[in-house]
């Protein structure tokens, strides 16, 4: 079974430009979720899908982030315009939809894409 | 304010040995803990949970460890392999919630 992909893996640009990054979770996998994830730290929540809907984007910067899901299924994460401090690992997991009587769902994380802002 | 504290950036062992690998958490809500493994360049993957009702939970070679008065967790890895060298993260779940909080990491090295 293929796991959450994520592309680019690599992504190089200057302060000011747009980025965007895109993702594609496990099969079947209704939730998806976008992490950020600095430098000696853990993954932090930017954002988190329940099939084409934003449940949970308390933590996104919305002057200068965005993030879509269409179609309930891929979903791409925007920066515009990008800062220096922006420079990270953005993350991208999916689980399935609803949790097992009294467990958790396991969230599968792609590779991430590792941005750097010059 | 974090939540879940790893207060050891890195831990070494050597082979054979165990690894013992701490977790501190403040928040009361959390009911569910897991461990993730990340090694360079590939996202963090799941290895072990435990939900608040257990204090044990033990899968192979890996066991974790929950203590609730002490807002406390730890993973034990015996035998520790040269495999096993990667990033942990601890990470903590609110009851009813799929959020997740995550711990900064701890690098564990296992030398041969």
């Known amino acids: 079974e293929a796991g959450v992909v994520q592309s680019p893996r690599y992504k190089i640009i200057e302060k000011k430009q747009p980025v965007a990054f895109w993702c594609n979770p496990i099969s079947g996998h209704n939730t998806l979720y976008w992490y950020l994830q600095n430098l000696g730290q853990g993954p932090e929540l930017l954002i988190r899908?329940?099939?084409?809907?934003?449940?949970?984007d308390s933590q996104l910067p919305k002057d200068r982030f965005s993030a879509e899901r269409l179609k309930g299924v891929d979903s791409t994460l925007k920066i515009q315009p990008a800062e220096l401090g922006d420079s990270a690992v953005y993350l991208c997991?999916?689980?399935?939809?609803?949790?097992?009587?009294?467990?958790?769902?396991?969230?599968?994380f792609g590779p991430g894409t590792r941005l750097t802002v010059l | 304010d974090q939540q879940v504290k790893q207060n050891s950036p890195s831990l070494s062992v050597q082979e054979g040995r165990i690894s013992i690998l701490n977790c501190d958490y403040t928040n009361s809500m959390f009911d569910y803990f897991l461990w993730y493994k990340k090694y360079p360049a590939e996202g963090p993957t799941f290895l072990i949970s435990i939900s608040s009702i257990k204090d044990k939970n033990e899968d192979g070679r890996f066991t974790v460890f929950l203590n609730k008065s002490a807002k406390h967790l730890s993973l034990h890895i015996v035998p520790s392999q040269p495999g096993d060298s990667a990033v942990y993260f601890c990470?903590?779940?609110?009851?009813?919630?799929?959020?997740?909080?995550f711990g900064k990491g701890t690098k564990l090295t296992v030398n041969p």
């Open positions: 997991a999916s689980s399935l939809e609803g949790g097992l009587a009294g467990g958790y769902n396991e969230q599968f």
């Open positions: 899908y329940e099939n084409e809907e934003a449940v949970d």
């Open positions: 990470a903590a779940s609110p009851g009813g919630s799929e959020k997740l909080v």
